[in-house]
């Protein structure tokens, strides 16, 4: 079992930053892979990024060199930190913990209650 809590969310205009952390409990936070996930209104969840234990990155199209996943295992915490920020990146962020499979990452059913983004001048 893991807990994962989010934070950093909030209002930032068009071309703004932010950075979400995840940080994780309750298991051993460092032999699992760990993923973002946002959902905006209307619409489906949609895997944003992923880190594996070793920290190979993976990164959805959409956010390709304006987003970057990491982690920090010493203190159980993943991060995302997201550079021009555009409205379309308006959701609710969530992370999970989960596995690769071959360069696709898994979740495995771990998800925080998300963050709030909201991008908006």
């Known amino acids: 079992q893991v807990q994962l809590v989010e934070s950093g969310g909030g209002l930032v205009q068009p071309g703004g930053s932010l950075r979400l952390s995840c940080a994780a409990s309750?298991?051993?936070?460092?032999?699992?892979?760990m993923g973002w996930y946002r959902q905006a209104p209307g619409k489906q969840r949609e895997w944003v990024a992923a880190?594996?234990?070793?920290?190979?990155?993976n990164h959805a199209d959409s956010v390709k060199g304006r987003f970057t996943i990491s982690r920090d295992n010493a203190k159980n915490t993943v991060y995302l930190q997201m550079n021009s920020l555009k409205s379309e990146d308006t959701a609710v962020y969530y992370c999970?913990?989960?596995?690769?499979?071959?360069?696709?990452?898994?979740?495995?059913?771990?998800w925080g209650q998300g963050t709030q983004v909201t991008v908006s001048s």
């Open positions: 999970s913990a989960g596995r690769y499979s071959g360069s696709s990452y898994i979740p495995l059913g771990y």
């Open positions: 309750g298991s051993i936070f460092s032999i699992y892979a």
């Open positions: 880190i594996s234990s070793g920290g190979y990155t």
